[in-house]
């Protein structure tokens, strides 16, 4: 990114936060959410790969690379990627305010998408009987916060880009701050703690195992907690108090249920703090730096399950909540429901799913205030047998 941020260019899809490997998200299903791209693998024109007998070969006939693109490690080892960029001269990264749904409906969920959001889903959509908006976002990742039980609203709310024409929205800047490339160094140096190693530079951490966890820190002169990515704070990584309320409660049913809807609520909170941290120093669309320990499952539907597929996670949520009440387990879905839409191409032999327009519901939760690891298994393993199915 330092070296084509500059120029305005971009992947034509990229993930929400940096911390991936590019062959990592390449030999697998990866997008994000960009309304017209579909899985990052599309974009990929060469590869320099490595064979189980050690020789390295480059691959740029499609016919192979419809092979190497999601071939999750079977074929080899990919050492070297080429994409096609996207110039985005002006781009706007943006959150959609968090609004409680008049009522928990089919037509009000889409109200949200459609027209608070200016998702890009067309409204010819094969059943999608749903209000229409301007279309005007290039991307969103959506959160759906269920309230504690049927009584209490749902509320929703958006991270978005709009690009070209369409990067009008008043007071949020288009271009790259003029110190980007000083900034991306930043960020790759700032100190973050990780479990065990103490304290790394972010690159580093990053490249060792993936997200580094996301920290909190005291700032000098400021007793509130606030998310300190910069120099100045002192880092907590939130795995570790994760880790230590989960062990704490454990047994104790009713801080856990309020702990659970507490982190679900909280998510939607941090949403725009986060992306307005990155917007500030690089305004490139990614939004996160860190994360928390989770567990993700993700399903492709069409987009006329998509109502259908929250409903049923809204289903299991609330009966998570009865149950521990009852002492029944301790699983409770302590995060609210995510999704994008892509339009997936056809260039992958394993890609999981049909060419076209796709709903992608991603159910999580953190491990940690979870229980014990059979009962959030048991919990995805039935949303995995009804979205799956
Ligand atoms: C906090 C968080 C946020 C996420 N956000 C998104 C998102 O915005 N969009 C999205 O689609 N997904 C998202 N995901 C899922 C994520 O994209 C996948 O888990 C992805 O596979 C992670 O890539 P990795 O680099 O960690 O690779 P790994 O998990 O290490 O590997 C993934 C696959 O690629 C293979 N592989 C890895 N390296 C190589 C190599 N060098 N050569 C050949 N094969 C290889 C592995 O064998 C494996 O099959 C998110 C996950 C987390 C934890």
């Known amino acids: 990114m330092a070296k084509i941020r500059p120029l305005n260019y971009f992947l034509p899809s990229q993930t929400a936060g940096y911390f991936f490997q590019l062959a990592g998200i390449v030999a697998n299903t990866v997008h994000g959410g960009i309304y017209e791209s579909g899985f990052i693998y599309e974009y990929v024109t060469r590869m320099r ?9 480059v691959i740029d006939d499609e016919k192979d690379l419809r092979f190497w693109r999601t071939s999750f490690g079977l074929l080899g080892l990919i050492i070297g990627l080429e994409f096609e960029l996207v110039q985005r001269p002006k781009l706007q990264v943006y959150t959609v305010p968090e609004r409680e749904l008049a009522n928990w409906s089919e ?47 749902s509320s929703m709310l958006c991270v978005a880009t709009r690009t070209g024409e369409n990067a009008t929205l008043p007071g949020i800047p288009t271009d790259a701050p003029a110190d980007v490339v000083a900034q991306y160094e930043k960020l790759m140096q700032h100190m973050v703690v990780v479990k065990d190693d ?51 409660l454990e047994g104790d049913s009713i801080p856990l249920d309020l702990l659970s809807r507490g982190l679900s609520a909280a998510s939607l909170q941090q ?80 890609q999981v799913v049909s060419p076209g327009l796709h709903f992608n519901s991603e159910f999580l939760s953190f491990p940690d205030v979870s229980g014990d690891s059979q009962s959030w298994k048991r919990a995805f393993k039935k949303v995995q047998k009804i979205l799956g199915g």
């Open 49 to 57: 790969v490595m064979l189980h007998d050690g020789s390295i070969k």
């Open 271 to 350: 949403a725009p703090g986060l992306m307005e941290y990155l917007r500030k120093r690089v305004n490139d669309g990614f939004w996160l730096t860190e994360s928390p320990a989770a567990l993700i499952s993700a399903w492709f539907l069409t987009p006329d399950k998509a109502f259908q597929a929250m409903d049923f996670l809204r289903s299991q949520q609330h009966a998570s909540l009865k149950r521990q009440k009852q002492g029944e387990n301790h699983f409770i879905w302590n995060q609210p429901a995510e999704f994008r839409f892509l339009t997936v191409g056809d260039k992958a032999e394993l």
């Open 107 to 153: 037509a009000e969920f889409w109200r949200y998408i459609n027209v608070d959001a200016a998702a890009n889903v067309p409204p010819s959509t094969p059943g999608l009987a749903a209000p229409t908006g301007f279309q005007a976002a290039a991307s969103g990742e959506f959160f759906l916060n269920f309230g504690l039980d049927d009584l209490l609203g």
């Open 198 to 248: 103490g304290l790394e530079p972010y690159g580093t951490a990053a490249r060792k195992m993936g997200a580094p966890p996301l920290q909190f820190s005291v700032e000098a002169g400021n007793s509130s907690f606030s998310i300190a990515l910069g120099p100045g704070g002192l880092p907590v990584p939130l795995n570790v108090l994760l880790e230590d309320a989960g062990t704490f």
